[in-house]
């Protein structure tokens, strides 16, 4: 049985032989149920698909395989594979902290399409450099990592509540001081130095 995108480009395929019949018999319109028809096959139909197409694609996004379906992240994804614990995507998507499937989204949950207008801008922009531009290399992120994507997962975790964080939560809270840049875990996706790590590989 066809997933849901199978089934969505059925009613895709259904409405362009629907149009492409009124458009070569437009008499068909003059009775009443020819003009309902039309109407289903220019406005209903279009408006389904288009709703439904954006919904799954939105969903599909979240995705960490469509995250890394772009070259120029594929050295990201790799990072992801760094045999060594002091590197903190590393180590939380080999250890199952997030999400596998959706590992990019649970921590960058701010970035493109999900986060503010602004922040949607940005992704506009980045549609504009894949086809007509070029990428910085490295990448950078247009705003410093909020705190907040860190401590919805670890804020009340008995390995996180420790004398050292306890003393500096309110400092954390308010992006006084940076869980990813301030000395204390501050290896993410050092993707420059990728050839000199060793690669952890799931089939070990």
Known sequence: MPGPLGIL???LGSTIILLLAILAWPSVTVTRGGK????VGFFVLPVFCGVWGASEHF??????????????????????HIDDANHIPAAHFQNHRIPVDEACYTCHTDYAMYGTIKVKLHGLRHVYVQY???????????????????????????????DIHTAMI????SGQVSCVSSGCHDTVHDVVSLSKFKVWSPTE
């Open 132 to 162: 007509f531009g070029k990428a910085m290399q490295p990448i950078q992120l247009y705003e410093p990592f909020n705190n907040r994507e860190c401590l919805h997962c670890h804020s009340g975790a008995r390995s996180f509540e420790n």
């Open 170 to 173: 309110d400092q954390l809270k």
């Open 36 to 39: 309902i028809l039309a109407f």
């Open 9 to 11: 480009y059925v009613f």
């Open 59 to 80: 969903e599909r996004s979240k995705r960490t395989a469509f995250c890394l379906s772009c070259h120029v992240m594929e050295p990201y994804g790799q990072s992801l």
